[in-house]
């Protein structure tokens, strides 16, 4: 798929690679008209419903999840819905963003202070979600993730620590990067550089898109990013 400059086309495969990443994750494969959706209480972090397109009406997404149990969030793909009626309110907005295929990686990529790899095997997932959660992890990420189409890049200390990364995958024609972090903030320009590194090696013809807001926002466009359009995350309340 050649996206060029085409916005919309590329909002609609960020958005399809960020369904398709939440569907792997939650295990639950609901693709549906313009709603990819769980009728169960998705893991938390995860959103019960994510918008495809920027035609999904309120009553297409809350008619296939459960707004009763306490939890359920929806992300609004194109910041088209309002969900206040129904009982929720805006989580938080974000930005989606994208970089063209074929960009060369930042500077930083090899040359910075931590070691590079992916992650390979289910102890080393387990290591890389505590840290990635602040040593809080509840089996989040299951070892059916480690594919051809998913990457977890990790960045290790001098000691073998883990202590920044992030996460690639495809789908929807894109390279999606999602759950970058850096224990310490002064690493976050290194994982982006080392991520897209990655992403180019593996991945040389496709685009890279994601999202993020505030100061992760402004670090996403120091690696050459450019924004896309707004996004929401809404959370029932009532």
Known sequence: ???????????????????EWCADVCRRHAFSGSVWSSPRRTPPLYPDAVTLTPEASAAEVLGRIDTVSPGCSVKDSFAALDLTPAGF????????????????????????????????????????????DGEESTG??????????IVFLAGRDAEGVIVAGAVASTGGGVVGVSNLFAVDDADTDEAWAAVLAAVGARWPGLPVVGYEAGDDLAAAVRAGFGPLGPLRVWLHTA
Do not use: K
């Not at 974000?94 to 102890?123: C, F, K, N, Y």
């Open 140 to 149: 989040l990420f299951h070892p059916g993730l480690l594919t051809e189409g």
């Open 89 to 132: 309110r805006v989580l938080f907005e974000a930005q989606w963003i994208h970089r063209p295929a074929g960009a060369a990686a930042p500077a930083g990529a090899t040359d910075g202070r931590l070691e590079w790899s992916e992650v390979e095997s289910t102890g080393e997932l387990s290591a890389w979600e505590a840290a990635w």
């Open 1 to 19: 798929m050649t996206f060029a400059n085409d916005t919309s086309a590329l909002l609609l495969a960020a958005a399809r690679n960020n369904a």
